[in-house]
């Protein structure tokens, strides 16, 4: 149940505290006092969009903080599944900041908007006085159906089930889109891996061949040099061999006479052997090298065809060109696996099919074996608050297809009249008549479900009388099982609740504020007797008051 709440600088409110109990709390007030301000800040801890313009004028941000009291209620499965850490007494925090920026606590813990919408309904129903439009919903009435049929296991199971079916399902579409794109590329990709692949090509073989056909390419040059090398070898006159033969003779004359005379010698004998090796292995290169114009002709062809493909595709290397080559290799090895993923795709497909069928049946006759017992009861209440000729049938119809809440579509007809042909809510429904059957249907769920507490924001509209003494008594009797909280304008409402809060507006040098408090007895009965009759009521305007205080 709400226990607190607090609100900081929230549109006309600077600050408003409110301690709540178990059972019917009413809050009243003048048109434009600020209930619907509460209603916008309670908004806030659903998860609703925040506006920096919601801010108090001359303030930096807004603070809504409510503690619920949620022991009895078995929400700890929940808490655990949103990754958040439980409390039974559980504080939900929203921060709204002038830049427009928002963040949401849960017993001071940052969460998500996410998070905090799949948490907050358990915790609180709130009731606007825009949801009676919400009748004419199928999906609003389909989850009225769930509520009173308690069918949350069967509904989990359905929706694993068709979530895992629409995987398989758009896996399987997306495949057989690839599919049929390979097939439509088959042929450009086979060509391009053929091409590839009859190169044969080596990733160091260019730089290889370059380096061969520079050598061709000066083989005359590299020729005529060896060939003038080896005559500074060999020349007879000139040459130094014969040059360091005629020095080592010399050395050998002097020798005795010089110191190391032997060892220079020596030397000098050393250097003529390493250059007539010199000699011969350059003499041996130009006997050697030959110029071939077919192996030139033959590297300019492989060149030739290397630069063609890399240009082609795009790339610098050879090695890339390799690499493309086992894409366009692997490419089509995928082609030829998509059948059998396919098959295999639709085997399972038809398999969570068969699954989802058997959910959805379950789900489906559930539903169906509740639609009498809502009938009795929608009657019965209806009857209660001053329709006693309506009558009501609870249709479900099958869908076409699967939807993510199963194939069943729920409509609600209603007659408000002895001997009138059922309609659709949306057709013949009044005002009144919405507001009866709305609350008819809350009270429906809250007698077969486990909600901690409901706000109610004029649920009143359009009744008056005795059938708003009734519907206050409805009210009273939802209360003994959960807490509700009315906003309302009827005094017969009013005088039912347990608690009474009252709002207004309060104007200081500051600026208007809206501010709460909670009557006291003589409080509760002035501002009934208010509701009757207006300011300043008369003494029987408040005998009045009495009278609906204690029926």
Do not use: W
Request: net charge negative.
């Amino acid at each position: 149940m709400l226990r607190h709440i607090d609100i900081r600088h929230y549109a006309l409110i600077d600050h408003l505290d409110m301690e709540l109990a178990q059972g019917f709390t009413v809050i009243t007030g003048e048109t434009g006092a600020g209930k619907s301000i509460i209603m916008g800040a309670l908004g806030l801890l659903m998860g609703q969009r925040a506006d920096a313009k919601s801010i108090r004028a001359g303030e930096t941000k807004c603070v809504v903080e409510a503690r619920f009291d949620i022991a009895a209620y078995g929400l700890a499965p929940l808490f655990e599944e949103l990754d958040l850490d439980y409390d039974d007494e559980t504080v939900v925090r929203r921060e709204i900041h002038s830049n427009g920026k928002s963040r949401a606590f849960v017993n001071d813990t940052p969460v998500s908007l996410s998070q905090l919408k799949s948490l907050a309904p358990h915790l609180i129903d709130i009731h606007s006085q825009h949801q009676n439009l919400l009748l004419n919903d199928s999906s609003f009435q389909l989850k009225v159906v769930d509520a009173i049929a308690r069918s949350h296991d069967e509904l989990s199971r359905y929706a694993a089930c068709y979530g895992e079916y629409m995987r398989v399902i758009r896996e399987l579409e997306s495949l057989r889109r690839q599919a049929q794109k390979a097939l439509e590329e088959r042929d450009f990709a086979q060509f391009q891996y053929d091409q590839l692949s009859e190169a044969a090509l080596s990733a160091t073989e260019q730089e290889e061949l370059e380096t061969e056909l520079d050598r061709l390419n000066h083989a005359e040059e590299v020729k005529s040099e060896l060939s003038a090398i080896s005559a500074r070898f060999d020349s007879d006159e000139y040459g130094l061999l014969q040059s360091l033969k005629e020095a080592l003779s010399s050395v050998r004359r002097i020798a005795r006479y010089i110191d190391e005379g032997e060892t220079l010698a020596a030397r000098v004998e050393s250097s003529l052997i390493e250059l007539r090796d010199l000699g011969s292995e350059f003499g041996a290169m130009y006997n050697d090298l030959e110029f071939d114009p077919e192996r030139k002709r033959q590297i300019e062809e492989r060149l030739d065809l290397i630069y063609t493909l890399e240009q082609k595709h795009r790339v610098k290397s050879v090695a890339e060109l390799i690499a493309l080559q086992e894409e366009f290799e692997a490419k089509l090895q995928r082609m030829d696996e998509y059948d059998s993923e396919i098959e295999e795709l639709a085997r399972q497909a038809d398999a969570l099919h068969a699954e989802l069928e058997a959910a959805a049946s379950a789900l489906s006759e559930k539903r169906r074996a509740v639609t009498g017992e809502i009938e009795d009861a929608l009657v019965e209440r209806l009857s209660y608050l001053g329709m006693p000729n309506a009558s009501c049938r609870v249709e479900v119809a099958e869908t076409e297809g699967y939807t993510s809440t199963g194939r069943d579509c729920v409509s609600f007809l209603f007659s408000a009249n002895r001997n009138t042909a059922l309609r659709p809510i949306a057709d013949i429904a009044s005002g009144g008549e919405i507001s009866r059957v709305m609350l008819c249907i809350k009270a429906l769920i809250a007698s077969k479900s486990e909600l901690p507490t409901i706000v109610l924001d004029e649920i009143d509209t359009g009744v008056s009388g005795e059938v708003a003494n009734r519907m206050g008594e409805m009210m009273r009797q939802m209360a003994e099982h959960m807490q509700v909280i009315t906003i309302t304008h009827l005094p017969q409402i009013a005088a039912r609740g347990a608690a009474h809060f009252k709002v207004y507006k309060a104007d200081t040098e500051e600026g208007t504020t809206s501010n709460i408090r909670l009557l006291t007895p003589e409080g509760r009965l002035m501002e009934i007797a208010e509701m009757l009759s207006g300011k300043n009521p008369s003494e029987s305007a408040i005998a009045n008051a009495r009278e609906l205080m204690g029926a």
